[in-house]
């Protein structure tokens, strides 16, 4: 299968890339066919512009470059795999406007005006994975309603098909993880990446 | 009262953009010190740098982000006014968030503290003002989480007694306009009563 691993945190040497990266291994060495998109390291436009707006509702509603080859990325994908840092229990601005600027009409779902209803399209996506670094342990992320995994795992989940499968690899309480954590986090990354089928 | 509208949307024609009109024209007529935030004509880079990121731990914010956090210092309240996007906030709101509310401006670390401290104890209103193209059955099923961010992430490190306010326009692009000029009434009474 393609897959689509999308990175977005603003440090080379951080754990989130480095987990995207074992991502990758694991993925490849399922024998998936992957790319890797990180964000910040490709200048990836953090926002939705004006000029994307005013054509999100038209005919041709992605008339960005960077937009358009992550679109197309999107739509030839059967894995999405997000990978960033949970800032304010929220995925960073980049992510969010990721989401804002490819994951519209023509890409993630269709609008009818008629019927006034939104119809999915990501039917071809059978993975949906989401990988996330907080600061906060489990319990104080669960209580300030995790928004990020809730953007992925529900609102891009709607858009997906009836069959598709969710994951999602957390590392909690950040600050006070030893090496042996990180490492293990790592290990799991890579190893439930690689059992992807 | 101090208020801060954080205003964020691309198209100064927007419907968004009559709702912000509202908000101010109310708040001002009320009596209230008003301020605003308009981040996509203020040109508000989004994305935290990775100098931020790695001096995050130190006090203060960018220079160039420095009246930023000299208004949310100075604010009682604060007012969010943006269209929900994937059931929250526009990136650049979030950008604001993600660089502003930093060390030092929103929250500190005391010595030998495990948790941070909330240092905007000055906000003791918080409002959101949105719109949404899906129905609220269908936010509350993505899971709402700009009311998320604001209502609990940003809320701890405000005033223990902060009061909320939550107005949302549901189906925007199946509703007339009676219905939209209907929401615009309702948000000057909101605001008129401040």
Redesign the interface.
């Known amino acids: 299968m393609k897959a689509l691993v999308v990175v977005a945190h603003p440090v080379s040497t951080s754990l989130t890339r480095a987990a995207a990266d074992r991502a990758v291994t694991g993925l490849e060495s399922a024998g998936h066919e992957v790319t890797l998109l990180d964000l910040y390291a490709e200048g990836f436009a953090p926002a939705m512009s004006h000029g994307e707006r005013v054509a999100y509702h038209s005919e041709t509603p992605l008339i960005s470059s960077d937009a358009i080859r992550a679109a197309e990325l999107v739509r030839s994908s059967q894995i999405l795999v997000f990978a960033y840092p949970t800032w304010w229990s929220d995925a960073p601005a980049i992510m969010r406007g990721f989401f804002e600027r490819v994951f519209i009409p023509s890409v993630a779902f269709e609008l009818d005006p008629g019927a006034g209803k939104v119809k999915p399209i990501m039917d071809h996506v059978s993975h949906l994975v989401g990988i996330s670094t907080y600061g906060s342990p489990w319990t104080y992320v669960k209580i300030m309603h995790d928004n990020g995994r809730r953007m992925i795992m529900r609102a891009l989940r709607m858009c997906t098909g009836r069959r598709t499968k969710t994951t999602w690899l957390g590392l909690y309480h950040i600050d006070d993880a030893d090496d042996a954590v990180l490492t293990a986090f790592l290990e799991r990354v890579e190893n439930t990446m690689a059992g992807l089928s | 009262m101090n208020v801060l509208v954080v205003y964020c949307?691309?198209?100064p024609t927007?419907f968004v953009a009559a709702v912000r009109d509202r908000v101010v024209e109310a708040l001002a007529r009320r009596g209230h010190d008003v301020r605003v935030e308009d981040l996509?004509a203020q040109g508000f880079?989004?994305?935290?740098?990775?100098d931020?990121?790695?001096a995050h731990r130190e006090i203060g914010v960018e220079p160039e982000l420095l009246e930023y956090a000299t208004n949310l210092r100075w604010c009682d309240s604060i007012v969010f006014v943006y269209p929900t996007?994937?059931?929250?906030?526009?990136?650049?709101l979030?950008?604001w968030?993600?660089r502003v509310?930093a060390r030092g401006v929103a929250w500190d670390l005391p010595p030998g503290a495990s948790t941070v401290r909330g240092r905007l104890r000055n906000v003791r209103r918080l409002a959101i003002v949105t719109t949404h193209?899906?129905a609220r059955r269908?936010n509350w099923?993505?899971?709402?989480?700009?009311r998320?961010?604001v209502f609990?992430?940003?809320r701890v490190l405000c005033h223990p007694l902060v009061r909320t306010t939550w107005l949302a326009l549901y189906?925007m692009?199946?509703i007339d306009d009676s219905v939209r000029a209907k929401f615009l009434d309702k948000v000057e009474r909101r605001f008129l009563r401040w």
């Open positions: 949307h691309p198209v927007s996509y880079e989004p994305s935290l740098t990775a931020e990121r790695l996007w994937w059931s929250g906030m526009p990136a650049t979030k950008g968030v993600d509310w193209g899906s269908i099923l993505e899971g709402q989480a700009g998320g961010t609990r992430s940003l189906r692009d199946h």
